[in-house]
């Protein structure tokens, strides 16, 4: 069963307000996961952020962003925070984001 990558709506909005090479490298990405699966990527694309959030890992000449996801049951991720990354560590503010919106999608 193949890997799928989905967005939810906010996370869509914020990808498609980065500039054109974040959302390439996004792209890339994300067909990375459905050719080889998550679980075999690594470093530099993903890695484990906080309990069960991940992140992916984008750079461009405009700047670094991550894409916040979680993976769900039958090979599915689905990405719940898209944001510019300004600083060494991943703001709390973008942790806490990613989390509330996990709830609401979470039955």
């Known amino acids: 069963m193949p890997w799928t990558v989905d967005l939810i709506p906010q996370a869509e ?3 498609l307000a980065m500039p ?3 959302q390439a490298h996004f792209l890339r990405i994300r067909r990375l996961i ?3 699966g998550a679980q075999d990527l690594g470093m530099p694309h993903v890695r484990p952020l906080e309990g069960k959030l991940w992140e992916m890992r ?3 000449k405009d700047g670094i962003a991550r894409a916040v996801y979680v993976a769900q049951s ?4 689905i990405v719940l925070h ?3 990354k300004t600083t060494q560590t991943t703001p709390r503010k973008a942790i806490n984001t990613a989390l509330e919106r996990l709830k609401r999608i979470t039955p």
């Open 82 to 84: 898209v944001f510019s």
């Open 13 to 15: 909005a914020e990808l």
């Open 20 to 22: 054109p090479d974040i």
């Open 74 to 77: 039958g090979q599915r991720l």
């Open 34 to 36: 459905i050719e080889f």
């Open 58 to 60: 984008m750079k461009g």
